[in-house]
Structures are given as structure tokens and as C-alpha cells.
């Protein structure tokens, strides 16, 4: 097979992936969890409810913004979670900028491990549930690298344009 031949069968395959993944990647939301206020106890955030009004989905990012000297964000099991038991987190992060990738569907439990702020309402469910359209999803036995940029000043979720940014990178590999 002649340069140009193969040129075009690696382009037609970079298309084929973006065409199975692109559906995903292109559907992955940025959310900054508590929107505006972020992860605090000040102003009565009330993350049920801030959770119960997203849709979740594989691919997705939340940002976890706050003061690193007052607060910091656990992962951590359902029953510590309901009970606000931080004795043995599955994940802590201290950054104070944190970006986690929900790569799992299902529940994602995070709370603050200050002594009192999980008490006070400082925690998170995050539920993905069962995606129900018809995009083929990515095979398990792939890792995903999803690029996670910053969020959007207003706090507002942002759509991001991962199917595209794909397709880009793919051409530029092949050109």
C-alpha cells in the first residue's frame, strides 16, 4: 500500500473512533459543585439538592473550589458518608481546585473531613446513572483520558467539545 493509501486507511480508522466515542466525549459536562458558592458551610449550600438537579453522566468532571485551610474533600464510602465517618477515605484531596473525572457509573460519595463540616451538610452524593441513549460506549478495558479544563468563571456546567478536540488531534497525527 502506497504513503497516501495508508494515510487515508489511518484517517478512515481515526474516524470510526471518534464516530463510537465521540458521543460521549462530546456529552461530557464540567460542574462545579455548590455552582457559585462552591464547597463551604457558609450560606446554607444544600448539595442534595444541588446534586438532585444535574444528570450525571460517564465522562464528566466536578470541580470541588474552597479554601484549602478551612476544608478539604473525601471520597468515601456510602455508609461513611451517611454517618460522616472521615476515619478511612477512599481518596482526599487538599488542593483547594479539585477536578475529579467520574469514570463509573453509579454513586460518588465526597464530603469535607473538618471536624464538623460533614455534620453541618458540607457532602455530596454524585449518582451517574445508566446512560439510556443509543452511543456505543467506550470498551472498559481502555482507560479514557478526558481533558479537564478549568471551569467556567460563572460556575454554570459547560459542555465540552471532546469529540471534536479528538477528531483534531487524529488529523493532526495522520497529516
Keep these: ?3 497516501a ?3 487515508v486507511a489511518a484517517l478512515m480508522a481515526a474516524v470510526f473512533v471518534v464516530m463510537t466515542m465521540g458521543p460521549e466525549l462530546a456529552a461530557a459536562t464540567v460542574y462545579k459543585v455548590g455552582d ?3 464547597w463551604t458551610i457558609i450560606g446554607g449550600v444544600d448539595y442534595k439538592q444541588w446534586a438532585a438537579t444535574k444528570t450525571f453522566q460517564v465522562g464528566d468532571v466536578v470541580v470541588f473550589e474552597y479554601n484549602p485551610q478551612f476544608h478539604n474533600v473525601m471520597r468515601v464510602t456510602h455508609a461513611m458518608y451517611k454517618s460522616c465517618n472521615v476515619s478511612a477515605p477512599l481518596e482526599t484531596h487538599t488542593s483547594g ?3 475529579i473525572a467520574i469514570t463509573i457509573r453509579g454513586h460518588h460519595f465526597f ?5 464538623g463540616h460533614c455534620q453541618a451538610g458540607q ?12 452511543a456505543v460506549a467506550p470498551s472498559p478495558s481502555v482507560p479514557l483520558v478526558i481533558p ?3 471551569p467556567a468563571p460563572s460556575g454554570a456546567a459547560t459542555r465540552l467539545g471532546g469529540g471534536l478536540a ?5 488529523f493532526s497525527v495522520v497529516a
Excluded at 111 to 115: E, I, L, N, T, Y
Excluded at 166 to 170: G, M
Design 1 to 3: 500500500m502506497g504513503f
Design 36 to 38: 457559585a458558592a462552591g
Design 123 to 134: 457532602k455530596v452524593d454524585i449518582n451517574v446513572l445508566r446512560h439510556t441513549s443509543a
Design 111 to 115: 464530603v469535607c473531613g473538618v471536624p
Design 97 to 99: 481546585n479539585d477536578t
Design 148 to 150: 479537564t479544563p478549568a
Design 5 to 7: 493509501a495508508e494515510r
Design 166 to 170: 479528538l477528531l483534531a488531534l487524529l
